[in-house]
């Protein structure tokens, strides 16, 4: 099966983070720590990245449960 990379269900803020993670097979709270620590050291240039990226990854699809 293909991956793809989609924002995920599992979101705080806008599911980019755990898509990510999702896509690189890491631990959610990995991504969001690294993503911050990241963005807090590179003068806050990580905030831009994220709007674009929010806006460019498609939502994943909802879960059905049955």
């Known amino acids: 099966?293909?991956?793809k990379?989609?924002?995920s269900n599992n979101k705080i803020i806008a599911g980019?983070?755990?898509g990510l993670a999702d896509y690189m097979g890491i631990d959610v709270t990995a991504a969001r720590l690294?993503?911050?620590a990241l963005t807090i050291f590179?003068?806050?240039s990580g905030i831009p990245f994220y709007v674009i990226?929010?806006?460019i990854m498609p939502e994943a699809e909802p879960e059905i449960n049955a």
């Open 1 to 3: 099966m293909e991956k």
């Open 5 to 7: 990379l989609v924002r």
């Open 16 to 18: 980019v983070c755990a």
């Open 34 to 36: 690294g993503f911050t």
């Open 42 to 44: 590179t003068g806050f």
């Open 53 to 55: 990226a929010w806006i």
